[in-house]
C-alpha cells in the first residue's frame, strides 16, 4: 500500500544552465561554426557542435525566485498551499463515503490547479476502497471498491484490528517532533508484521518532506527521514 508516488520528480543529470551562459555556449559554438567553415570535415563539426549547444540552451530553464530549491521542492511550494481542505477533513469525508469503513490511507496529489487528496479506507473484512477528496472545497467523489484478492483483504483486515493508533494521533506525534503541514499518512506493516502508520510532513520554511514511520500500537517514532530533494 505505498501511496508515495506521484510527488517525486529524479534530479536531472546535467546541471541547468543560466540564460546567460546558454548565450555564451551559443555565441561561442557559433564562432566555430564561422571557423570551421573553410573545410568541410571541419565545418560539419562546427555545425554539429553549434546545434548541440543551442539545443542545450532551448532545453535550460531560466533562473526563478525559487533557484536556490530544488524540482521537488518547488512542487511542494506550488502545491501544498492550494490544499484549502488538510488530511483530517479528507479522511473524514472519505469515511462518509462508505459506509462502516476506516481510514487507511490519504495522500495530497494533482496540481495547484486542481489539489485533490486521494484516500483509501476500508471495512472491518478488509475490503478497501478509494476515494478522490477535492482539496479545495473538501467534497468527496464516488468511492471505487479495490479489485484485491482474499490474501489481501485478509491482510489489511489484520493491520486494522492491531492498529490501535488513529491516523490524527500518529500525524499528532509527527507534528509534534517536526512544525508542518501533513501532506499523507498511511497505514502499513513492519518487517515483524505489525502496524505501523506512515506520515509526510512538509515545512514550509525550507519545503523539505519528513517521514515519520509510527508504531500504530504505541504511538513511537520508528524512523524519521528528511527528505531535501
Keep these: 500500500m505505498d501511496t508515495k508516488s506521484d510527488e517525486i520528480l529524479p534530479r536531472r543529470d546535467r546541471p541547468p544552465l543560466s540564460r546567460g551562459t546558454a548565450l555564451i555556449v551559443v555565441a561561442a559554438a557559433a564562432g566555430a561554426l564561422l571557423t570551421g567553415c ?8 562546427a555545425r554539429s557542435g553549434a546545434a548541440e549547444a543551442a539545443q542545450v540552451a532551448a532545453t535550460s530553464p531560466t533562473p526563478t525566485a525559487d533557484g536556490n530549491l530544488t524540482e521537488d521542492q518547488q512542487e511542494r511550494k506550488a502545491l501544498v ?3 484549502k481542505t488538510g488530511y483530517e477533513q479528507a479522511l473524514s469525508a472519505a469515511v462518509g463515503a462508505v459506509s462502516d469503513s476506516k481510514p487507511v490511507s490519504v495522500e495530497l496529489k494533482g496540481s495547484p490547479d486542481s489539489p485533490r487528496w486521494e484516500a483509501e479506507v476500508a471495512t472491518d473484512d478488509g475490503t478497501a476502497h478509494t476515494v478522490s ?4 472545497d473538501g467534497k468527496a467523489g464516488k468511492a471505487r471498491a479495490k479489485d484485491d484478492d482474499g490474501d489481501d483483504k485478509r491482510d ?5 484490528k492491531k492498529a490501535t493508533v488513529t491516523p490524527q494521533q500518529a500525524a499528532q506525534t509527527a507534528t509534534d517532533k517536526t512544525k508542518g503541514t501533513v501532506t499523507a499518512v ?4 513492519t518487517d ?3 502496524p505501523k502508520w506512515s506520515v509526510d510532513v512538509v515545512t514550509t520554511d525550507d519545503w523539505n518532506k519528513t517521514t515519520f514511520d509510527i508504531d500504530a500500537t504505541n504511538r513511537k517514532i520508528l524512523r524519521e527521514h528528511v527528505d531535501r530533494d
Design 186 to 189: 498511511e497505514l502499513d506493516d
Design 156 to 160: 489489511l483486515a489484520n493491520l486494522l
Design 133 to 136: 477528496v477535492d482539496a479545495v
Design 81 to 83: 498551499p492550494k490544499a
Design 38 to 45: 573553410g573545410n568541410d570535415s571541419g565545418g560539419e563539426a
Design 192 to 194: 515483524g508484521g505489525n
